[in-house]
């Protein structure tokens, strides 16, 4: 067997974090009869609901590290802040997919968009930011308004700032950390698309179409799909996508988030995720292969799936409290996707929706 065999059936696959994407690739998993062993810190995660094989630890316990790993047969991630000790562990002793690389890519804003540019895919204008005086400069250079950004550990909005004039630089950058920062030109996007793309260790590179992405309180709210661009430009995107991941030796399934400029001829990268995306959720109700199923076959070397759409769709984030009227949601044509957290609070992710065949107003 060389290394990248497809494994057979009964195979285990370790996922690193046990959140809500942990979950929906443990059932895509054993739908393919694999089986799923989950590693994170927080016993109450909602992906140990759904597998039996389990280790409570923190990512920088190398004892259960070391039996984890020798415990499953290949280990992916559902989060892209992995440490990248605790990946170069795993990975020296058991394949590691997506590998380190793309961690340390995307776990840093710098290396995220000096990665993207050398591959000829285009981002806003940046600049880095060490200092007070290095913020001036970028202002001076790139104008206002622009977002200040801290370069690892942001999510869902959190570690950033908009800069509209040069007098609140000083606040803006006491008030983030840790540094280095990045300034980004403020981009006056017409509208946010992402691709889920798939990569797999033949170098088969698949990509579903964009999905067209609604934001409130920096937390997604809905994907709607088709979205609302020309062919030209979900060929940009899909040609985007395929540079990322070729350019990574890129095996699983990554978000890609993009904004639209005004005249929707153009796009530029916002991020990228090396994993599963909440932008992707749609793919499961309307996918002959969802990116559940995509990630899981790339990871143990089966041929990427089919990612024809067979409907449109609008995903819906269930966010906090919105998870109690679950009941009243599930109109015809609605399929519910909980994902088992004990408890709602205000901005965490309880479940979502989709609404196949929903009237999405495009062509
Ligand atoms: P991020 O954490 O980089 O994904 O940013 C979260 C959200 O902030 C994005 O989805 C955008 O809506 C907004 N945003 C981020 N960067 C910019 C930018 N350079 N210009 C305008 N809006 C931005």
């Known amino acids: 067997m ?3 065999d497809p494994l057979p059936p009964g195979s285990t696959i370790g996922i690193l974090g046990g959140g809500q994407l942990g979950r929906m690739l443990a059932l895509a998993a054993a739908r393919l009869g694999m089986k799923t062993h989950v590693y994170c810190p927080d016993a109450l995660s909602p992906a140990f609901e ?7 630890a923190a990512y920088d316990d190398e004892a259960a590290l070391a039996s984890f790993a020798d415990a499953v047969d290949v280990v992916t991630y559902e989060f892209e802040n992995v440490p990248a000790r605790t990946a170069e562990f795993i990975a020296a002793r058991v394949p590691l997919r997506p590998g380190a690389r793309a961690l340390a890519v995307s776990q840093d804003r710098l290396e995220e968009k000096g990665f993207l540019s050398d591959s000829g895919v285009p981002v806003a204008p940046y600049r880095p930011v060490y200092s007070l005086d290095d913020l001036e400069a970028a202002l001076a250079e790139l104008g206002t308004p622009a977002v200040l950004k801290t370069t690892r550990l942001g999510y869902d909005g959190k570690g950033q700032r908009i800069i509209r004039t040069i007098n609140e630089a000083a606040a803006a950058f006491e008030a983030l950390e840790p540094r280095p920062l990045v300034l980004e030109a403020f981009i006056g996007f017409d509208k946010e698309i992402s691709v889920i793309a798939a990569g797999s260790a033949k170098g088969e590179v698949v990509s579903f179409e964009p ?23 979900a060929a940009k995107a899909a040609d985007a996508a395929r540079r990322i991941v070729g350019a990574l030796d890129y095996v699983g399934v990554m978000g890609i988030e993009f904004f639209v400029l005004a005249g929707g001829e153009d796009l530029l990268v916002n991020e990228i995720a090396p994993r599963v995306h909440n932008s992707g959720h749609w793919t499961e109700a309307v996918c002959v292969t969802d990116q559940f199923e995509q990630h899981i076959r790339a990871v143990v070397y089966w041929p990427l799936g089919d990612v ?3 409907a449109d769709v609008v995903m819906e984030n269930l966010i906090g409290y919105e998870v ?8 015809s044509g609605v399929r519910p996707h909980l994902y088992g957290k004990t408890e709602a ?4 992710k309880m479940g979502h929706v989709n609404r196949v065949g929903a009237q999405t107003g495009r062509k």
Not at 213 to 232: E, G, M
Not at 345 to 348: C, E, I, L, N, V
């Open 2 to 4: 060389t290394a990248t």
């Open 50 to 56: 759904v597998t039996p094989h389990k280790t409570v």
């Open 211 to 233: 999905s067209e992405n609604v934001h409130r309180d920096h937390i997604l709210k809905t994907s709607t799909v088709p979205a609302s661009i020309s062919p030209a430009l």
């Open 308 to 310: 024809t759409r067979t």
């Open 324 to 331: 109690d009227s679950i009941v009243d949601l599930l109109g």
């Open 345 to 348: 609070r205000p901005g965490r």
